[in-house]
């Protein structure tokens, strides 16, 4: 028995740190929520209640939820400028399809700043911080727009078709090389990635990754202009060079959510486990953490200090409607 603790006493001094730092620190009740996303100046949290109409505000640094603010019909997405405090909502008007809407949260006073009326349905929204410029999509059942809205005067300056065809299933920016990307389902035909200059308000092209078969959703390392996104049809994780869409590599693995840690270059993805990518490597890091089962309508976010967000509803461990918050690897 001694030989054995011993042995198993090398083994695990043998196995890299990073190996246990993966896990759940705590779930956080919330109503039903969609979408999450973090201000990494203020370490505040928001979490988007689909069903409960409102953005749940949670403080980092403690944990606890600081604010609830009403918001429009079927919040959906969330965008946060940090250099100006704001919290964009997309507003989808659910159930009823009415008040659609985006509205602008002051993240100083967690008061609703704004409300831009929309006469169609806002999905996916993102916000340029140097440029002060917001992007969502606008879906009339097709057509699907992106529009353009001014962060300062909440004015539409710009509506961009992207397509005739459905439906919208991923949207994200590349600040850097000012690129927007949308990924497209359509009924029939060839899934695709939308791609946006946004330093002209056009689309410059679209491509299809080799081997994807559904597109699923989007997530931008702007540090390394890479992109990534999901085959729905179980085809694996599509890891795509920004430079010339070029294909890098596919993980053999399925996700629903992804976020990236713009400072580590690791990136989250959930299925039914959490899991961990380096993304200067395209290699697991560490170890994988269980997801509560049965969720959905997943979504996650990347915050400071190695911390990741997972909101979540609908699911069959008695977590219903929950932020998790998970620790993530240490910086490579």
């Known amino acids: 028995m001694k030989r054995l603790l011993e042995f198993v006493s090398v083994i695990l001094f043998m196995l890299p740190t990073h190996a246990f730092s993966q896990k759940l620190i705590q779930y956080i009740s919330m109503n039903s929520p ?4 973090v201000n990494p100046v203020t370490n505040m949290i928001y979490a988007a209640n689909y069903t409960g109409n409102t953005v749940g505000v949670i403080d980092g640094n403690t944990n606890a939820v600081v604010a609830t603010i009403p918001v429009g019909a079927g919040p959906f997405s969330l965008a946060v400028n940090p250099v100006t405090n ?17 509205m602008v949260i002051d993240g100083s006073s967690n008061t609703v700043a704004a409300t831009v009326p929309l006469i169609a349905y806002p999905g996916f929204i993102a916000v340029n911080p140097t440029t002060n410029l917001v992007y969502f999509t606008i879906e009339e059942g097709p057509p699907i727009d992106v ?19 459905c439906c919208q299933e991923g949207l994200a920016l590349n600040s850097v090389t000012n690129r927007l990307y949308l990924s497209i389902d359509p009924f029939s035909g060839p899934s695709y990635m939308a791609v946006i200059d946004t330093t002209t308000n056009k689309l410059s092209g679209k491509f299809t990754p080799p081997g994807l078969k559904f597109a699923g959703p989007v997530a931008v390392d702007t540090g390394l202009n890479r992109l990534y996104t999901s085959d729905g049809a179980g085809g694996g994780v599509f890891v795509i060079n920004g430079v010339n869409n070029g294909l890098i590599a596919v993980l053999p693995y ?3 959510s992804f976020a990236v840690n713009q400072t580590t270059h690791v990136f989250a993805m959930v299925y039914d486990e959490l899991t961990f990518v380096n993304g200067l490597t395209d290699e697991i890091v560490g170890g994988q953490v269980p997801f509560p089962v ?4 997943i979504n996650l976010a990347a915050g400071i200090d190695n911390h990741f967000y997972g909101g979540y509803d609908n699911t069959k461990n008695n977590v219903i409607g929950a932020v998790g918050v998970y620790s993530g690897p240490p910086s490579q």
């Open 34 to 37: 969609i979408a999450v996303a």
């Open 86 to 102: 704001l919290v964009y909502v997309s507003n989808s008007g659910a159930p009823q399809g009415t008040g659609m809407s985006v």
């Open 147 to 165: 529009a353009v809205m001014d962060g300062a005067t909440y004015k539409i300056i710009a509506t961009i078709p992207v397509t005739q065809t």
């Open 254 to 256: 399925f996700a629903e």
């Open 294 to 297: 049965g969720t959905w309508r």
